[in-house]
């Protein structure tokens, strides 16, 4: 039956109030801290700084009484797609770019320094990025995350863009993620009572994957389109209407700590992504 327990392995878009003091941030300090990551994780190059950023995330996910093994459940779904991806990279990558160090060569599979290097950072980055987006929705409501996007791109109405509803549709597919997949939960329990073999087996063979969760998508986006229907419906009957005027119950001001803490995280991204790293090998010489 675990293989039917999905919704214990999604974590992003799940709220867990631990009362902690990241819990407390203003909603934009941690949007801003959570971009300013975003950026450092895409341009860091090295596996050094690279490191130091998934370090730095751990720490928050301890601040914020979070569990690590909790948060990596979020790759369990996806880890036989990520395996592929980093397996192809592996192969491929050693016959683009010329390198000094060549660990295996046969036929068509040429593992070399620079692959290596390109597959640990994209671990690293797998982890950094998984980490970042959880705790954003795990130490913020989406209510909080939806005003605190909206006031962040409050200037662009001078310019006609309808930020209040932007806002409003990222932070809704953000909170549909786990309700989309209890309803995917609820459809394969309903397929293999019937006798269906979806869900069943698999284990790391993509095609028969692929062939067993197929008969899913289209029960899953019928059902999502539905929930779509029933929710702008639900909005309109309780007389809801985007715009300027709209008022919240909600009010956010920042603080001295917020500005601390949004200087922090932009100080230690620009070290991060400033800093010279040398390569591993530099220390490893068996490398």
Request: hydrophobic content about 55%.
């Amino acid at each position: 039956m675990q293989e039917f327990e999905l919704s214990r392995n999604i974590v992003v878009g799940q709220y867990m109030p631990t009362g902690s003091y990241i819990h407390r941030l203003d909603p934009r300090t941690k949007i801003v801290a959570a971009l300013c990551m975003a950026l450092a994780l895409s341009s860091v190059r090295s596996l050094i700084g690279s490191s130091l950023l998934l370090i730095g995330l751990l720490l928050v996910a301890r601040g914020a009484r979070l569990s690590s093994r909790f948060i990596l459940r979020g790759l369990l779904p996806a880890l036989a797609i990520l395996l592929v991806l980093f397996v192809l990279q592996l192969w491929f990558q050693g016959w683009r770019e010329p390198s000094e160090r060549i660990y295996l060569e046969w036929r068509f599979i040429r593992i070399t320094r620079v692959s290596v290097h390109l597959i640990g950072l994209g671990v690293i980055r797998v982890l950094a990025f998984l980490f970042l987006f959880s705790l954003l929705t795990m130490t913020t409501t989406a209510t909080h995350l939806t005003h605190g996007l909206e006031m962040l791109l409050a200037p662009l109405r001078r310019v006609g863009v309808p930020v209040q509803e932007i806002a409003m549709v990222n932070m809704i597919s953000i909170r549909f993620v786990p309700t989309l997949v209890d309803e995917l939960e609820r459809i394969m329990k309903a397929q293999a009572s019937r006798g269906g073999a979806v869900g069943l087996g698999g284990g790391w063979n993509p095609i028969r994957l692929a062939r067993t969760r197929l008969p899913l998508i289209v029960p899953l986006f019928l059902n999502a389109l539905q929930r779509a229907e029933e929710l702008v419906l639900a909005m309109e009957a309780r007389g809801y209407r985007g715009g300027a005027t709209r008022t919240r119950y909600a009010q956010f001001h920042l603080t001295t700590v917020d500005a601390l803490v949004m200087a922090g995280v932009a100080l230690f991204c620009w070290l991060i992504w400033w800093t010279p790293w040398p390569p591993l090998y530099r220390f490893f010489p068996m490398l």
